[in-house]
C-alpha cells in the first residue's frame, strides 16, 4: 500500500481517543505475534543457504545458486551504496557474518501535509513491519547518520544494507517462505525507501484495515502534542473483517 492509498476519514476527538486506545491495544498484540512467529521461522533463514562460500562462515561448504545471488546482491547494493552512503561499490568476499537472527521495526513514513510542503509528519503504522536480518545498525539509525544526527559509521551502515537486501533476496530465491509468511496471514511486499537511496526492505503487513484523519485533523493533534509524529489508526470493524487465506485459496481452487 502507498502513502496515496491510505484511506481518509473524518472523525470527533471522542472516536479518535477511543481508535487510538483500540490501536495502542491492538498495535502491540501484533508486534508480540510477529516476533513470536519469527523466532520459529529463525532456523528457516540462514543467510548461508542463500550466499553460501560468500559469507564467512565455519562452513566452506558450496551452496548451489549463491554465485548468481551474490551477483544479484552486488547489483542491488551497488546501485544504491553511493547514494546518499558514500560507500565504496564493490563487495569483497567473504563478506561479514549476517545474522540470522530476525528483527522486525514498525513502518514509518513522512506525510507532507496538504498546503504546506515544508510541514511534515512522521507516520508509524501499527499493522505494517520491515523486517530483516538483525544488525548492528537498524533503520532509524541509519537514517540518523544519513541526516547527521549520527557520526556516520561506514562499516554499520554497509552492514545495514546487507541485511535487507539479503532479505529481499532470500523470499525471492526461497519463495516457498514468503508463502508460508502468507498462510500466517501476511501480506508480503517489497518496499523502496526513497529517503534512503531507494533501499529495498521486506514489509509484513497484518490483514487489519487502517486509515488517516484528514490533514486539518493530524494538524491539531500535533500542534497539541507539540511533537510532529502521528499513527495510522486501524478501522473500528477491522477484525471482523479479516479475511481467511486458507478458505479463499480452496474458493479459486
Same mark, same amino acid.
Given at each position: 500500500?502507498?502513502i496515496q492509498e491510505i484511506?481518509?476519514?473524518?472523525l470527533d476527538s471522542q ?40 559469507? =564467512? ?12 545471488? %551474490? *551477483? #544479484? &546482491?552486488?547489483?542491488?547494493? @551497488? ?99 514468503? =508463502? ?12 523502496? %525507501? *526513497? #529517503? &534512503?537511496?531507494?533501499?529495498? @526492505? ?52
Amino acid at each position: 500500500m502507498t502513502i496515496q492509498e491510505i484511506p481518509r476519514k473524518s472523525l470527533d476527538s471522542q472516536e479518535f481517543l477511543q481508535l487510538r486506545q483500540a490501536t495502542e491495544r491492538m498495535g502491540k498484540v501484533l508486534q508480540q505475534r510477529l516476533k513470536e512467529h519469527l523466532t520459529i521461522l529463525r532456523p528457516l533463514f540462514i543467510p548461508r543457504k542463500l550466499l553460501g562460500t560468500y559469507i =564467512r562462515s565455519a562452513s566452506s561448504e558450496e551452496v548451489h545458486g549463491s554465485d548468481k545471488a %551474490f *551477483a #544479484d &546482491l552486488q547489483e542491488r547494493y @551497488a546501485a544504491i551504496c553511493e547514494e546518499p552512503f558514500a560507500l565504496p561499490r564493490k563487495l569483497q568476499p567473504p563478506l561479514p557474518p549476517i545474522s540470522n537472527f530476525l528483527e522486525s521495526t514498525p513502518f514509518q513514513y513522512w506525510l507532507t501535509l496538504e498546503g504546506d510542503s515544508d510541514r511534515s509528519v512522521l507516520i508509524t503504522s501499527a499493522t505494517r513491519f520491515v523486517i530483516s536480518f538483525q544488525s548492528e545498525c537498524p533503520l532509524a539509525r541509519l537514517k540518523a547518520m544519513l541526516d547527521g544526527s549520527e557520526a556516520r559509521q561506514p562499516d554499520d551502515m554497509r552492514q545495514a544494507l546487507l541485511s535487507h537486501l539479503a532479505m529481499v533476496l532470500f523470499l525471492e530465491y526461497f519463495p516457498a517462505l514468503g =508463502r508460508l509468511l502468507e498462510d500466517l496471514n501476511y501480506r508480503v511486499e517489497t518496499h523502496r %525507501f *526513497a #529517503d &534512503l537511496g531507494g533501499l529495498e @526492505a521486506v514489509v509484513l503487513t497484518a490483514p487489519l484495515q487502517t486509515f488517516l484523519p484528514p490533514d486539518d485533523f493530524i494538524v491539531e493533534v500535533t500542534q497539541l502534542s507539540g511533537i510532529p509524529a502521528f499513527q495510522e489508526l486501524i478501522e473500528k470493524d477491522a477484525i471482523d473483517a479479516i479475511p481467511d487465506p486458507l478458505r479463499e485459496a480452496l474458493r479459486a481452487g
